[in-house]
């Protein structure tokens, strides 16, 4: 395996990892080598380039903890996160979908809720906002029975484990689909929101000229046996940031018409203005599974 230029770089380390068991191992490593030297040749990489990339590499991990995980912060702001994501969903890339990024903030157990009740579970100021949901399969049959994890942010912008003045499980919910496939709640409406740019993404970020705010969205994980567990987002038509979203998560598909009313609210404890939204989920076939949850 002795190396007598450039050229032969590439060819002697396929040759080193051939030999791998696993048949996707074998796959992935082959084509991450063949094209992260592709990349090298292509740009030219310098030595003191290459040694500023293993000083980022080792600063995302550095700052990944269980509070905040800046390699998965990146790969959103690279566009990588929804291209995985979109290449898996839809017929694996082949149609619309409204399967997109799970987002930080997940957590698991969340309250059990009763259809039509209310995420609000401490004073959290900010429009009312009404949501009917139905989940179907591919054939457009009602899914009956489907477990549903709501949550999104504050009107202020901020999840409850970010800000000390929101009961913990504030604006969050599970529901469970009726006969019809349908679930309803209510809630405040979301605020867009900054990611942190402290990190290497932060540099990115600001390298690139760009913003660091996501569009305002509610978060939905609908789970039920014999398909592909749903993950989502549902983005506000009204937010001036969906077209430069600072992850790259906004899809057409998840556009959805966020309706002001100024007219009398359902409840009766809703004054001024308020928002309703209708949206379907149409679930694929496949194994249901729950995520991790990305920090604690």
Known sequence: MIIKSQEDVTPKVLDAYKNIDDPRLREIVASLVKHLHAFARDVHLTEEEFQAATRIIAKMGQMSNDTHNEVVLMAGSLGFSALVCLLNNGNNGQTETTANLLGPFWRMHSPATENGGSLVRSPTPGPAIFVNCQVKDQTGKPIAGAEVDVWHSSPEGFYEQQDPKQADMNLRGKFVTDADGRFWFRSVKPAGYP??????????????????????????????????????????????????????????????????????????????????????????????????????
């Open 195 to 296: 990611i942190p740019v402290d990190g290497p993404v932060g540099d990115l970020v600001r390298a690139g000229k760009r913003h660091n705010f996501r569009p305002a969205h509610l978060h939905f994980l609908i789970f039920k046996e014999g398909f592909k567990t749903l993950i989502s987002q549902i983005y506000s038509n009204d937010d001036d940031k969906l077209e430069t979203d600072v992850q790259f998560g906004v899809t057409r598909a998840l556009i959805a018409n966020y309706v002001r009313h100024t007219d009398k609210a359902p409840a009766a404890d809703v004054t001024g203005d308020w928002y309703s939204l209708d949206q379907t989920f149409v679930m694929e076939p496949g194994i249901a599974k729950l995520p991790k949850p990305p920090i604690k």
